[in-house]
């Protein structure tokens, strides 16, 4: 059985006396830059994932939009509804997470690794790197779905592209991009924490099934007033694809709103939670001491 943190270690310094030990180890902080790493064929495997992964999420979930729409103007029908999209972005996000986590880390979403490039967890490099193939797999995903409805029923229901519903002002869709991107965050960072993963084993299990349920229940709360962006290239693509007036005019919240809220995140989980501005503060006070 692992070992509780803060209980004594039957281990002993040179005067004697116990010593405390954690049951975990916290990786150090990533390199802000690592030239070796632009060397190295992992990085563009990675990349590579994100690109494809980016790409299948933007196809199947905005081809469920597409879809929704049609079915419900053109067949009678229903659709597959509000719910049945929330489970489309939450299924799909767990599915492509499951199947990526261990070769690029499963982001699929520049907000994630904005949020994981400040928790020192990805250097600047990779992030950028992955953002831009993050950006254009969904731009490439957004335009499979074009080419399977048609230019027209794509432009005719508006691309999937987020925009803000009626009734809602730029400020009440930055806050809802902000706090649904924060749920998901936070769920991220929580199912990946070294110290939970040490402690309950299943996590790291059913990491990817949590954070696809972050995502359907941000979908959930967000969807009837922006659509839900929560990832800024989601946004782009079909925003790119369907070129619409206002889909470029508030383009803006919906990169804004997801990387405040990711930031927020990131701060509450790592310095709060984790206490990692406690730990900063006695870092320095033990270098002077020395």
């Known amino acids: 059985m692992a070992a509780v943190e803060g209980k004594l270690s039957p281990e002993a310094n040179s005067n004697g006396n116990a010593i405390t030990t954690k049951d975990y180890l916290d990786p150090p902080p990533t390199p802000l830059f690592d030239a070796g790493e632009l060397g190295k064929w992992s990085l563009y495997r990675a990349?590579?994932?994100?690109?494809?992964?980016?790409?299948?999420?933007?196809y199947v979930t905005v081809a469920t939009v597409i879809g929704h729409k049609r079915q419900t103007a053109e067949a009678a029908c229903s659709g597959t509804g509000v719910l049945g999209i929330a489970w489309a972005f939450g299924g799909m996000i767990a599915v492509l997470v499951y199947c990526t986590a261990g070769i690029s880390g499963g982001h699929i979403n520049p907000a994630v690794?904005?949020?994981?490039?400040?928790?020192?967890?990805?250097?600047?490099?990779?992030?950028?790197?992955?953002?831009?193939?993050?950006?254009l797999g969904a731009i490439c995903g957004a335009a499979l779905v074009r080419t399977v409805h048609g230019a027209r029923h794509y432009e005719l229901y508006g691309g999937g592209a987020n925009e803000l519903a009626p009734g809602f002002s730029a400020a009440a869709g930055l806050v809802a991009e902000s706090l649904g991107t924060a749920v998901l965050v936070y769920t991220v960072l929580s199912a990946t924490d070294p110290k939970r993963m040490a402690r309950d084993s299943h996590v790291p299990v059913l990491a990817p099934l949590l954070i696809g349920f972050a995502v359907l229940m941000a979908h959930l709360a967000t969807i009837p007033v922006t659509g839900t962006g929560i990832n800024p290239a989601r946004s782009l693509g079909p925003a790119v694809v369907y070129n619409g007036g206002k889909a470029w005019d508030e383009q803006w919240i919906f990169w804004v709103g997801p990387f405040v809220g990711a930031a927020v995140a990131m701060?509450?989980?790592?310095?709060?939670?984790?206490d990692g501005a406690a730990k900063s503060l006695r870092s320095k006070h033990d270098d002077v001491e020395a």
Do not use: D, G, N
Request: aromatic letters at 14%.
């Open 47 to 58: 990349i590579i994932a994100e690109f494809t992964a980016t790409l299948l999420f933007v």
């Open 267 to 274: 701060v509450y989980h790592q310095y709060v939670l984790r």
């Open 113 to 135: 690794t904005f949020a994981l490039l400040l928790a020192r967890k990805v250097s600047l490099p990779r992030a950028v790197l992955y953002m831009a193939a993050q950006c």
